[in-house]
Each structure stands twice: as structure tokens, then as C-alpha cells.
């Protein structure tokens, strides 16, 4: 599937993580499938309790929070996003194999070269699988 999401979204994630420098930033997605697209419409910077460079986790409760507000908004959780301060935007070993919802994103946004690169991965089974990103001009 495609990941879509619009430009001020895409802004967020970046502005995020470079605010968490030197940590990972990471955070939650929120919108809706349409087809073989997934419409991110909501995207939620949270805090990195790791407060490491190279680790991330999602506070339980902050997740909790930011899924009720999607109920509450008609959207979905379609996944989560986080950064990688200095290594390329791909899956480390641990994210694999920390990752366990098949259906989820895991977008994630590298600062190691000049500009952000941000790329989407499906995890099942140990293996990650990219998946186009499609950031909207709006
Ligand atoms: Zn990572």
C-alpha cells in the first residue's frame, strides 16, 4: 500500500525530530484506508521515555490517548513513526524485532544526510518491506 500524507504532516514529523535531536523521536499515525492507499490524516508526536540516540519505545498511555482521539476523529491508527538521529531511514535489527502488528506503517524519518529521508516499511516475519511514501504538496 501507499502512504500518503500531506506536506504540514510530513513538516511535523521532521520538525519532531529535529527537536528530539540528539534522541530518536518517534510518535503515532492516524487516518484512513482508501483502497490501496492509506490516508494519513493525523499525526501525533509523542515522547521517547528511551531518551536514547539510537532506541525509541511509545509511552502505553500515550498511544492510548492519541488512538481515543482517533475514535473520536473517525480514523484509524495505521501505524507509528520515528526517527533515526544518524543511520539511514530502514529498520534496524531491533526494530524488527520489536515490531508487532503486521497491518502497521513503521515510517521512518533518517536525519543523516542533509535532507530528511523518510521511508515506510511493513514488518511481518522478521523481514521488512518498503512501501511508497507519498508526501502531497498541501
Ligand atoms: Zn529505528
Redesign the pocket.
Known sequence: MTVQLRRADYDAIVAHAVRCLPN?ACGVIGGRVEGETKVIEKVYPLDNPDQSP???SIDPKSQLAAVKDMRALGLSPLGNF???PS?PAR??A??IRLAYNPNDS?L?LSLAEESPVLKSFRIAHGEASPEPVCVLRV
Request: glycine share 0%; proline share 7%.
Open positions: 530518536e539510537e532506541h525509541f520515528h526517527s533515526h543511520t529498520p534496524s531491533e526494530d513503521y521512518i
